[in-house]
């Protein structure tokens, strides 16, 4: 990424009543200003301005539009930038682009103004990612996990902890210098409180991943039972679509058919499965191992059985995993005998509101709105976990009572591992695989 340069792109899709031209970079309100006409020149506005006029090749009159001045640093990326109203037209667009790169700019590349955010020290790693995620939330819940991480909440959490075991390592280090004195600068007793408070943090933080994880994916639920008992049917009125091919016939469905549907606040990710039942066809054997391995996969396992069926036996569940089972077909008799289970007519309809509240329920998003910091990155994930192993081997050394360069060192990887998710410590790879998902534009 070069950083002296001005950079340009569409920061909103095209074809729409208006779209927004954005430019980046030193010179970046001089070059708009050399075609720009209006009653102010752009170079002698203040920042946070907007000024109409038209957009000029010569003396064609491209656009008419309302242009944004941002000067450095009081920018998003901390540059000098410029954002241009224009009618939503590709074309128009096109020209405009066009004549800002003749005037020097380029096309920006993807994510590039948040990379360049990023390196004026604007936001930090994990906020750019939050800036993704914002732009992709599909949900309410979604939406309120990236806006709590693009505030910089859980940014400023994780420095909190690094800023306090960076404190005691540079203590411990200190006391290296004076091994021979035999003197001991960080008080144990509070070395072990604060490792500790910061494992009870970073563990809390990991807990959150699983619900974090599934608002940001979409909550996965695996629709299984028998053949013939409606599962499809059940996806096709939830969903509320004919996405799934319904028959008489039993084993119609051989493969996973899966669709997404918000209910409230949460996205929800239905898979309908091949029926379970004893074969010894291949095909249909098939369709039976990805119906085990979506219910493995699955958050919440929607269990359908109608009145009287003798009941196939289930995988294990694992942890975290919630049961939820379904009497279907209750058009047809009126036997009610299972407490625990939420009786439906997927063919007319009758119970499905029950059941999405029932499906709604089990995510909790009190806390989320509460402006509580949930993980929904799995990049993050995989550091806290690193840290938290760092934590337990220092807790560990600090019980045994090993050297201060060995406890030093256990520290310093936890540090380290918090570094990661901020952007503190980070490496190349990293940043092409985070920005590799943003658009051109952001």
């Known amino acids: 990424m070069q950083n002296n340069d001005i950079i340009v792109a569409p920061a909103t899709a095209l074809g729409g009543a208006i779209a927004v031209i954005r430019t980046s970079g030193e010179g970046s309100i001089a070059l708009c200003d050399h075609i720009f006409k209006g009653r102010t020149s752009l170079s002698k506005a203040s920042s946070h301005t907007i000024h109409y006029g038209t957009i000029c090749d010569g003396e064609r009159v491209v656009d008419d539009v309302v242009v944004a001045v941002f000067r450095a640093p009081h920018s998003y990326t901390g540059e000098e930038s410029v954002e241009i109203s224009i009618h939503g037209s590709r074309y128009v667009a096109q020209e405009v682009i066009r004549l800002l790169c003749e005037g020097g700019a380029r096309m920006a590349e993807a994510g590039e103004f948040s990379q360049r955010a990023l390196a004026s020290g604007r936001i930090d790693l994990s906020q750019a990612e939050a800036v993704a995620d914002l732009i992709t939330a599909e949900s309410r819940a979604a939406h309120a996990v990236a806006s709590t ?177 379904v009497v279907n077909k209750m058009d047809t008799t009126d036997k009610r005998d299972r407490a625990d289970a939420i009786y439906i007519s997927a063919r007319e309809g009758e119970g499905i509101d029950t059941l999405r509240k029932a499906l709604r329920a089990t995510i909790d998003t009190e806390g989320l709105y509460r402006g509580e910091v949930v993980v929904s990155n799995m990049r993050h994930f995989e550091a806290l976990s690193r840290a938290h192993g760092s934590l337990q081997a220092a807790l560990s050394a600090l019980d045994m009572g090993v050297s201060e360069e060995l406890l030093s060192e256990d520290i310093r990887s936890a540090i380290n591992a918090l570094a990661e998710i901020t952007g503190k410590i980070t490496s190349d790879d990293i940043l092409k695989s985070v920005f590799s998902r943003f658009c051109i534009g952001k």
């Open 149 to 325: 991480q693009m505030r910089g909440g859980y940014s400023e959490q994780l420095e909190t902890l690094r800023e306090e075991m960076l404190n005691i390592t540079t203590l411990l280090e200190l006391e290296l210098d004076f091994s021979e004195e035999d003197v001991e600068f960080a008080d144990r007793a509070r070395l072990r409180s604060m490792l500790a408070h910061t494992d009870g943090v970073v563990e809390r933080l990991m807990e959150s991943f699983r619900i974090g994880n599934a608002i940001r994916e979409g909550v996965a639920v695996a629709i299984v039972g028998c053949p013939n008992v409606g599962k499809s049917t059940l996806l096709n009125r939830l969903v509320g679509d004919d996405r799934a091919m319904v028959s008489d016939i039993a084993g119609t469905t051989r493969d996973t058919i899966e669709e997404s549907v918000v209910i409230e606040d949460i996205r929800f990710r239905f898979v309908d499965t091949a029926g379970l039942h004893d074969t010894d066809d291949r095909l249909e054997k098939m369709g039976i191992e990805r119906t085990e391995r979506a219910i493995r996969q699955a958050q919440i396992i929607l269990y359908v059985t109608e009145p009287l069926q003798r009941e196939f036996a289930l995988p294990t569940l694992h942890d975290g995993q919630i049961l939820l089972h």
